[in-house]
């Protein structure tokens, strides 16, 4: 069975960091590889979009320069690096397999509070 399953979120205070994983089994084909985040009441939204190999990276203009994606083909696993966390990057994270997305992990909260 295809699935992916995130971990590493929690409760951390404003300009701390936190690193997000993403493990992936049941399918030996690489993907491009994103992670998208939803607030209570907002739209879920792209946060970044890393390449099938690692090499190539999409961010949004509010956590360029804090969040980096990255992956590990050889462990099934992709990760998000956040720092300098922000009270608005309080969200549910997911990560996503294809582009568009054709499957979702279960996600993960981070809370970013004082």
């Known amino acids: 069975q295809v699935q992916l399953v995130e971990s590493g979120g929690g409760l951390v205070e404003p300009g701390g960091s936190l690193t997000l994983s993403c493990a992936a089994s049941?399918?030996?084909?690489?993907?491009?590889m994103s992670w998208y985040r939803q607030a209570p009441a907002k739209e879920r939204e792209l946060v970044a979009q890393?390449?099938?190999?690692?090499?190539?990276?999409y961010y949004i203009t509010s956590v360029k320069g804090r969040f980096t994606g990255s992956r590990d083909n050889a462990k099934n696993t992709v990760y998000l690096q956040m720092v300098s966390l922000k009270p608005e990057d309080t969200a549910v994270y997911y990560c996503?397999?294809?582009?568009?997305?054709?499957?979702w992990g279960q996600g993960t909260q981070v809370t970013v509070s004082s």
């Open positions: 890393i390449s099938t190999d690692g090499t190539s990276s």
């Open positions: 049941g399918f030996t084909n690489l993907y491009a």
């Open positions: 996503a397999l294809g582009v568009p997305p054709m499957l």
